[in-house]
């Protein structure tokens, strides 16, 4: 799954750091996130997208896989 959050914290000129403040958790998660290596729960993307005023699917790009025939 990919994000929008790098662009979203730059367009804000907010740290990494801030955002964990913001969303409680700890930087190295934000660092994690942004890069694909581990995907949120329901509740963090939430109160992520609430930060940036837009929707947890505006911020986060799920793509469905496609069936293998």
């Known amino acids: 799954m990919e994000n929008r959050i790098k662009d979203l914290r730059a367009n ?14 700890s930087r ?3 660092v994690a996130i942004e890069s694909g290596k581990y995907n ?3 509740q963090l993307a939430y109160k992520i997208a609430r930060v ?3 929707t ?3 911020v986060f790009l799920f793509e469905e896989e496609e069936e293998k025939m």
């Open 28 to 30: 190295q998660s934000i």
């Open 56 to 58: 947890i699917e505006e």
């Open 12 to 25: 804000q000129k907010m740290t990494q750091e801030q955002l964990s403040q913001k969303v409680g958790v």
């Open 40 to 42: 949120p729960s329901l």
């Open 52 to 54: 940036f005023n837009y």
